[in-house]
């Protein structure tokens, strides 16, 4: 019952930003850490960025350009990205370590959102 459902990539040319946002929905107790990985074309998912619950973030290599934040009243996550640059191009996915019993947690995954930064 449980859906993570993406939104906010587009194309953009570099030096622009983009938001993307992420909601959960379902049957849902809680959520703990939630975050975004991107995917380039024949390479293994990496981390972009992460949040606790309590707000504690963790930055993989995106210099100080892009925020992760979180809305939990709306249990949904975003990822603000300025200066974007032709390497941020990729497929953006958002996760989230779900309770859906308030002892069980699992890891449910988005559907993928492209960005494509170019002039």
């Known amino acids: 019952q449980v859906q993570l459902v993406e939104s906010g990539g587009g194309l953009v040319q570099p030096g622009g930003s983009l938001r993307l946002s992420c909601a959960a929905s379902?049957?849902?107790?809680?959520?703990?850490?939630m975050g975004w990985y991107r995917q380039y074309p024949g390479k293994e998912r990496e981390l972009v960025a992460g949040?606790?619950?309590?707000?504690?973030t963790n930055y993989n290599s995106v210099k100080g350009r892009f925020t992760i934040s979180r809305d939990n009243a709306k249990n949904t996550v975003y990822l603000q990205m300025n200066s974007l640059k032709p390497e941020d191009t990729a497929v953006y996915y958002c996760?989230?370590?779900?309770?859906?019993?308030?002892?069980?947690?699992?890891?449910?995954w988005g559907q993928g959102t492209q960005v494509t930064v170019s002039s």
């Open positions: 996760y989230a370590d779900i309770r859906t019993l308030p002892t069980i947690v699992s890891r449910f």
């Open positions: 379902g049957s849902i107790f809680g959520i703990d850490d």
């Open positions: 949040i606790s619950r309590g707000g504690s």
